[in-house]
């Protein structure tokens, strides 16, 4: 993952010239004119929105202008990416007002102004960099996978298929950042979020997972009660997760069937009634 500032290149001698950015041969004939970006330059202090112009490229994607603004005008502009290609999530970034991963958006796609801004669920570091470590630390307080059997497993094909979506998630965080518990309500020691609740679908429906993740989803910090389905967060997953519909509701289902089914609720009371006239008590 690079975090782009500043840098020189020794083969044209420019000082100012960012190690992040090289220019691709040919692309002088390629060139549309010029486009307009107003870019968010500050901290966690404080900061405002500058506009910068830079030549328009055929298939140049805002990423690709955030470089060129940093390489010629703007070498100590903070930007954070990495593959430039939707894989590594690095770039995740708000233009104009809708988080997004700036290498998929193409510049010609925006008619008038182009907003570009750092995550707003997050603290600023500086620029277009955000503080994202808050959601290590959630994945840490998962209870991870755990299993009593030696791999490799032995499993149904239907039930290794139903991995491969939520396994796809490249921790872009976006679904985190539009999700207005935590952009609005700043619910975050409370709520886990939709990426986690991914994390949550996936280690809840492997075969061979023998952890209960309810408790943790109800009370111990995952918070999915405070979730009411709006699917903002499916929207603008960059994999196409169905983030709602395959895994906050299967979970929610989850546990309303273990804390509020009133069936289960009479059994447990049952069993536990059984289980302290034999002498012993199952904690029901």
């Known amino acids: 993952m690079s975090e782009s500032t500043n840098g020189t290149n020794g083969t044209n001698g420019r000082e100012d010239q960012s190690l992040a950015y090289a220019p691709v041969a040919g692309t002088e004939g390629a060139k549309r004119g010029t486009t307009k970006l107003k870019i968010f330059r500050g901290d966690a202090e404080g900061g405002e929105f500058v506009e910068y112009e830079t030549d ?3 298939g140049m994607v805002v990423l690709d202008a955030v470089l060129n603004i940093q390489a010629e005008q703007a070498p100590d502009l903070a930007v954070r990416w990495n593959c430039k290609a939707a894989h590594c999530g690095s770039c995740s970034a708000e233009v104009n007002g809708r988080p997004t991963l700036m290498c998929k958006q193409r510049v010609n796609e925006y008619e008038g102004e182009i907003r570009v801004q750092p995550m707003q669920a997050f603290p600023v570091i500086k620029d277009l960099v955000s503080d994202v470590s808050w959601n290590y630390e959630v994945s840490r307080s998962m209870t991870p996978f ?3 059997q030696q791999a490799p497993f032995t499993m149904y094909e239907e ?3 139903r991995l491969y979506e939520p396994k796809s998630c490249i921790e872009c965080f976006m679904c985190q950042d539009v999700c207005h518990v935590l952009r609005t309500h700043h619910k975050h ?3 886990a979020g939709p990426r986690f609740f991914v994390r949550g ?3 809840e429906m492997h075969p061979m997972d023998e952890a209960n993740r309810l408790e943790y989803l109800k009370d111990g910090g995952g918070g999915i009660g405070y979730c009411n389905i709006t699917k903002c967060c499916t929207e603008v997953c960059p994999v196409g997760i169905k983030i709602t519909d395959n895994s906050i509701i299967p979970l929610k289902e989850r546990v ?4 509020y089914d009133p069936a289960k609720w009479l059994m447990r009371k049952i069993r536990g009634r059984k289980g302290s006239r034999n002498g012993s008590s199952n904690g029901g």
């Open 201 to 203: 679908q996936w280690l």
């Open 146 to 148: 755990t299993t009593s």
């Open 159 to 161: 039930d290794v298929e």
């Open 189 to 191: 020691p409370e709520f």
């Open 256 to 259: 309303a069937d273990e804390y």
């Open 56 to 58: 328009m490229i055929e």
